[in-house]
T-cell receptor, first 112, second 112 residues
């Protein structure tokens, strides 16, 4: 069974204090790893898709990286507007109709 | 271009009542999904429609039914609501089944 574990559950940073969010996963074969951002009372907003170990993607202050067992979402010099819950999900490569398995999310708070 | 829309935004039901949650997309995507999100748990798939004319059960289908009305619309029906169905419901779409999913704003449902 596919599993996704995100850590820490919550993270509080000072504005400008860089850090990383972790997503560890177990799948038979990875077809894609997805990062989403979710603001309170809103739907998840797509950030990145990573497909193979070594792949990296960047968007503004965010950089996502992937290894064979985990993914990191690096946040450089965060701002208060980066405060949100960050969700990680994986799709297994086995089977034609494999579905997304989501982690529980990491709640990030950035203090001014 | 609204993306993915959901109605209603909020709903309160009494145990045993029925209701239908509506989802519509203007992204011309083939696949559509219904998830529920509960505190302390990851998003869980209820039902999905990989393409127009098909529907399949997800991880937690009991107590729900779906209809893929056309390519744009995918509805979720609760025939006899139970307190355990109190949750936030999200509709999502993807160009095809294995592709990135894009989420709607959600429906917050309370069953008393």
């Amino acid at each position: 069974e596919d599993q996704v574990t995100q850590s820490p559950e919550a993270l509080r940073l000072q504005e400008g204090e860089s850090s990383s969010l972790n997503c560890s996963y177990t799948v038979s074969g990875l077809r894609g790893l997805f990062w989403y951002r979710q603001d309170p009372g809103k739907g998840p907003e797509f950030l990145f898709t990573l497909y193979s170990a070594g792949e990296e993607k960047e968007k503004e202050r965010l950089k996502a990286t992937l290894t064979k067992k985990e993914s990191f979402l690096h946040i450089t010099a965060p701002k208060p507007e980066d405060s949100a819950t960050y969700l990680c999900a994986v799709r297994d490569a086995t089977g034609a109709n494999s579905k997304l398995t989501f982690g529980k999310g990491i709640t990030l708070s950035v203090r001014p | 271009n609204a993306g993915v829309t959901q109605t209603p935004k909020f709903q309160v039901l009494k145990t045993g009542q029925s209701m239908t949650l509506q989802c519509a997309q203007d992204m011309n995507h083939n696949s559509m999904y219904w998830y529920r999100q509960d505190p302390g748990m990851g998003l869980r798939l209820i039902y999905y429609s990989a393409s127009e004319g098909t529907t399949d059960k997800g991880e937690v289908p009991n107590g729900y039914n779906v209809s893929r009305l056309n390519k744009r619309e995918f509805s979720l029906r609760l025939e006899s609501a139970a307190p355990s169905q109190t949750s936030v419901y999200f509709c999502a779409t993807g160009e095809n089944f294995a592709d990135t999913q894009y989420f709607g704003p959600g429906t917050r449902l309370t069953v008393l």
